[in-house]
């Protein structure tokens, strides 16, 4: 079994090379996932000049371990967020999603991108009939938000769900080949990408321009674009009102076919598939077992569950992949998009809570609109600068403090490093092999280079 995303695994990425010295653009964009290349993409065929910058390579971060499900069918959300915030900014997030997964599709028809696009059902489902009246609730507002959703049972998992919910018309793909697709569909259209160029800085200069520095090379541009995950530093503010976690991955061969369907539970540990194509018509992707980063788990119990899982569930011949991911949840369940409060030249896009193909598509045309001074009908939606829900905000704060407790004390004890984010002590996860910070979701590689933000400085480990 590879330990690597299978995404990454088999597509045919192409290699750029690192900036060098000083670069002038309208827009840096600062990511190369499915955000930074789509908003790149779009801004570049709208006439801007785009450079995007990328610290490891196109796709290494999350998108690059996704499941591959393009759908607004997010588990069970719709209820709550009209619950929370009321029907019109639910119907905001709803629309944006469902325009998300139809952008990717005229992308990949515009572009002739070859990534396995496929239409398929989307269901969440329980095992248990107590969900019974909150899942009929959640199709009832998925319905009311005009999304093509419907209490049907047959999920095409080899089990009954007594409950479930399909959305109609929704999509997966392979989205290292798609990644790699909009990145060559940008570059032809004369956009610039740069690896290997991990940005330590994003300064505005003035009130006329920002600039972005990648350890002694300089960017400057118009607007930046952090599409970073989570923003890198103390960007927006946005780690403080955010909450990382970490999910495990199988491609799984099965001796007979596999469901055609994708599946999520509404019930906890999450258990998440889809087909996989590559592999004929036995290939599965299995998905779950997320926790908080940092968290006390045995992470590599992890991938042993959700293997667990899959052989009691399918006759599984053989796994081929297995990987993990990292994602941001915002405190009210939408992510935030948009410009920086007090900082308009800088825009970003995080919390898209494990569903960011269609969310960082949607922030991308989001995004671009306001590159263009554009109105966005979503947009209201995802302010940036909102406090979101005070309590789920509160409790953040009292999480991280009780990090940063632990973190005095292993520093009085001197048994951990410590995060050149802000400082909280870092985990040891075996499963990866990394320092991962539990505070942010800083993670580091065991000799103390920086996986993924919002740090960008590595560890001292002198
Ligand atoms: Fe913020 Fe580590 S990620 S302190």
New binding site residues.
Partial sequence: MQHESVWLATADRRAHPPIEGRLAIDIVVVGAGITGLTTALLAQQEGAHVAVLEARRVGSGTTGGTTGKVTSQHGLIYADLVGRHGFDTARRYAQANEAGLERVGTLIDEHGLDCGFTRAPAFVYSRSDEMAHEIAAEAQQAAALGLPARLNRDTGLPFDAPVAIRFDEQAHLHAGRYLTGLAKAFTDAGGQIFEGSRVTGVDDIGDSAVEVTVEGHVVRAERCVVATLLPIGLIGGC?ARTTPARSYGLAVRLQGEAPTTMTITADSPTYSTRPWPDAGPNGLIVVGHGHAVGADVDTTEQYSALERWARATFDVEAIDYRWSAQDYATTDRLPYVGRVPLRPRVLVATGFAKWGLTNGTAAAMMLTDLLAERESPWLPAFDVGRIGDVGSVIETAKANLGNTVDFVKDRLTGSTPT?T????GLHWNPAETSWD?P????RFTEQGEVIEG??VRPLDLS
């Fill in positions: 780690f995060c984010h802000l400082g909280c910070c505070c942010h979701g800083s919002p740090a």
